[in-house]
């Protein structure tokens, strides 16, 4: 009975909004949506962007020691 289960099991996609789909062929759906497929470019830059940040913090607060400001 797992397989019926599955059917109607809830995703939620973060990455718009916390949009609730219902079953696993909505998700699929939705996965392949142009909004959907923005939204995760988007968010994958910021990550990288983040990352990159962090990566030059690292870097730059080996320098300057104590630098509070954000
Ligand atoms: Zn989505």
């Known amino acids: 009975m797992k397989d019926a289960r ?4 809830q995703f939620v996609c973060e990455a718009c ?3 609730v789909l219902r079953g696993a062929h909505e998700w ?3 996965k392949l949506g142009r909004g959907h497929k923005k939204r995760i470019l988007h ?3 910021k990550a990288q962007n983040l990352y990159f940040i962090q990566l ?3 870097s ?3 320098m300057e020691e104590e630098t509070s400001t954000s």
């Open 28 to 30: 699929e759906q939705h």
């Open 60 to 62: 730059t607060a080996a």
């Open 17 to 19: 909004g916390n949009r």
């Open 6 to 9: 599955d059917l109607w099991t």
């Open 43 to 45: 968010l994958k830059k």
């Open 56 to 58: 030059q913090r690292q």
